[in-house]
C-alpha cells in the first residue's frame, strides 16, 4: 500500500514547523498547506514530557511532512500546537504509512 492513499487526504491545513528557540520565543517556518486527513476527537493522550494532556484533533498527513511537536497548525479559522507526532511506517508492509499529528 505504501503512503496514505490520497482518496482519504480530504482537508487542507496549514502547518508553521518549529524550528527553534529565539530570544523572543519559539520560532517558526514559513506556512505552508498540506492536504491531510482531520479527525477532531478529544481524547487522552501524553506530551514529550510524560504528562496526560487533552487532545481536540489529531491529523493524518504524508509521512513526509515535517511538524515537530511544538509546531503551530491552522484548522480554518483555528490555530492549534502540536502535542506530538508519531511515524507511522509499516516498513514496506502493506499498511497506509503516514504521520500522526496530535493537537491541543
Known sequence: MGAIPDWLLRHTVLIEP??????F?????????????VD????????AEGAEVVSETTIY??????????SRVVIGDRASTVIMAAR??????PTPDHLEVVLQ
Open 40 to 47: 477532531a476527537k478529544r481524547r487522552l493522550v501524553r506530551d
Open 88 to 93: 507511522r511506517d509499516g516498513g514496506g508492509l
Open 25 to 37: 520565543g519559539p520560532e517558526y517556518g514559513s506556512q505552508t498547506p498540506i492536504r491531510c486527513f
Open 18 to 23: 518549529l524550528t527553534g528557540e529565539g530570544p
Open 61 to 70: 498527513m504524508p509521512l513526509d511532512t515535517t511538524c515537530p511537536a511544538g
